[in-house]
């Protein structure tokens, strides 16, 4: 029997905010990597994200593996965002005396 070798598309969209999200997910390619970094396997990364599929995780592993220093430069700008988001935050909504003002 014969296989036929098929062309397949890489399971990531570029969002308009440049999150790039893996599959018909809300899941970012940052959360997929970073598990996958930190030594969980695909298999644990779609468990623990039901919305994904399994195949879909291995391609977006594969896309990292085969273009690591372009996505870790992505994941890098994604860093420096969310601390940036995270001190603008901080400087509008002061997180110290939260728990006193939420009792009271």
Request: charged residues 30%; neutral net charge.
């Given at each position: 029997?014969?296989?036929?070798?098929?062309?397949?598309?890489i399971?990531?969209?570029?969002?308009?905010?440049?999150?790039?999200?893996?599959?018909?997910?809300?899941?970012?390619?940052?959360t997929?990597?970073?598990?996958?970094?930190?030594?969980?396997?695909?298999?644990?990364?779609?468990?623990?994200?039901?919305?994904?599929?399994?195949?879909?995780?291995?391609?977006?592993?594969?896309?990292?593996?085969?273009?690591?220093?372009?996505?870790?430069?992505?994941?890098?700008?994604?860093?420096?965002?969310?601390?940036?988001?995270?001190?603008?935050?901080?400087?509008?909504?002061?997180?110290?005396?939260?728990?006193?003002?939420?009792?009271?």
């Amino acid at each position: 029997m014969a296989i036929s070798i098929a062309t397949e598309s890489i399971p990531l969209k570029v969002e308009a905010d440049g999150v790039i999200r893996v599959g018909n997910t809300r899941v970012t390619l940052d959360t997929v990597i970073i598990a996958f970094l930190e030594g969980a396997t695909a298999e644990e990364i779609a468990q623990q994200h039901s919305s994904l599929d399994l195949a879909d995780v291995y391609a977006a592993i594969g896309y990292y593996l085969r273009r690591r220093s372009e996505i870790e430069a992505y994941l890098r700008q994604r860093q420096k965002q969310a601390e940036k988001a995270q001190k603008e935050n901080e400087r509008r909504f002061d997180p110290q005396g939260v728990r006193a003002r939420l009792l009271a």
